[in-house]
């Protein structure tokens, strides 16, 4: 899953969408984040009724293949994205479409980390599952870099680099690795029996029970808390996410070659801080977890922003890698632990819902930022904002599991 995020949505589509199909670079910063926005309010609509409904249904796994293959193929679709701008709007259609089925993926990918890690696990589960996440798309970039935009004879047989094939063919290489890769969950891991109720029937009793848990909200208060803290700086991260590789491309004048060679080295400080913190969070819980990476994302961001030189970038960047990767990590497993039994695929269709409720919010204030100030530096502050005022709400969050 890990090399749509990576290839697609922050160090290579992104960035050849900005600087090959838009307009200008600050133009196309602009568009992918409504696009991005419009993709989170789709899942902030979505999530939580198709959770509830697989709850009602007990099955998790039909609905992870059909948003899985929908996914791979919307992302092949980007390989027809030319270098031109009658492709500015497919582009973004395509990105905002396939962008909605990958989140509904992990909806019910992410629901499965209970009944799956042993007791005590939790957190080790979760960040050796994002730290293998990381390792996955390290070897997709790697790939990328030496089989298609560094290649003398590129992969799929193609021929030069005419309408910068090469680059557009990183589209078909992450849909056949997200195809390939994610053939083990559907084969080794067990699902959860089927309820045998009807999908008619799952269908209403599951919107009837949603409904039921949004009127009496207040009996999860303390989820609520959590939900909120965690949606302000997971919409930070997804909007670093986003334009992290239009940042360094478009501020410090990174070729694609060197945003490949920076993807790789970001993806291996964060696979190792997802790695070495998976024990911490068991060790100390998911929520203070949570609050020492989050400090250590504002102590590397802020000076980040004011970095004039590539070396302070590349160093600065690789010391934010170490606590992204851990901050994700341990909210999934917070989120695991905090979720009443029974309700785990309701609960993190709520953290969905929770988290692109507001990711228009952090794409807008970038884009917003972006324009006004015509600087991707004061657009990419936003972020910084964002992470600290996560932090700041996760202090009212108790760490004990709901009932």
């Not at 293959?69 to 092949?76: E, F, I, Q, R, W």
């Not at 090469?166 to 089927?194: I, K």
Request: aromatic letters at 12%.
């Amino acid at each position: 899953m890990s090399a749509y995020n990576t290839v697609i949505g922050t160090f290579i589509f992104s960035v050849y969408f900005t600087r090959a199909v838009a307009e200008s670079e600050v133009a196309g910063t602009a568009q992918w984040g409504r696009a991005v926005a419009v993709s989170g309010l789709a899942v902030a609509v979505l999530s939580p009724v198709l959770g509830a409904i697989a709850d009602r249904g007990g099955r998790r796994k039909p609905w992870l293949a059909l948003f899985t293959a929908l996914t791979v193929a919307g992302t092949a679709l980007l390989w027809f994205v030319t270098p031109e701008p009658s492709s500015v709007m497919p582009a973004l259609v395509l990105v905002a479409l396939t962008g909605v089925t990958f989140e509904l993926a992990n909806v019910f990918y992410n629901a499965m980390l209970p009944s799956l890690a042993p007791p005590g696990y939790t957190g080790r589960v979760s960040g050796w599952g994002w730290g293998l996440g990381y390792v996955g798309g390290l070897g997709c970039l790697v790939l990328a870099l030496f089989g298609l935009v560094q290649a003398e004879n590129p992969l799929f047989g193609l021929v030069g680099t005419a309408e910068q094939a090469n680059v557009r063919a990183t589209a078909l290489l992450v849909a056949a690795w997200y195809a390939v890769f994610a053939l083990p969950l559907f084969l080794l891991t067990p699902d959860r029996p089927s309820t045998g109720v009807p999908l008619g029937t799952a269908v209403r009793e599951g919107l009837r029970e949603l409904a039921d848990t949004l009127r009496h909200i207040r009996r999860y208060a303390n989820i609520v808390r959590w939900l909120v803290a965690s949606a302000l700086y997971r919409d930070g991260l997804n909007t670093l996410f986003a334009f992290g590789g239009i940042y360094a491309a478009g501020t410090f004048g990174m070729a694609f070659d060197q945003i490949v060679m920076f993807a790789i080295a970001l993806n291996v400080t964060s696979a190792a801080g997802a790695f070495g913190f998976a024990w911490i969070d068991d060790w100390i819980g998911p929520k203070r977890t949570i609050a020492w990476c989050l400090a250590g994302l504002i102590g590397f961001g802020v000076p980040l922003l004011f970095a004039e030189s590539q070396t302070a970038f590349w160093v600065l960047a690789l010391g934010l890698g170490i606590f992204v990767g851990p901050a994700q990590a341990a909210g999934r497993s917070m989120m695991a632990r905090l979720s009443p039994p029974g309700m785990e695929t309701e609960m993190f269709g709520l953290y969905a819902l929770s988290g692109r409720a507001v990711s228009f919010a952090g794409p807008l204030l970038l884009a917003w930022a972006t324009e006004s100030f015509q600087s991707q530096r004061a657009g990419m502050a936003t972020i910084v904002l964002l992470l600290a005022l996560g932090l700041v709400l996760l202090f009212a969050v108790r760490e004990e599991r709901s009932v």
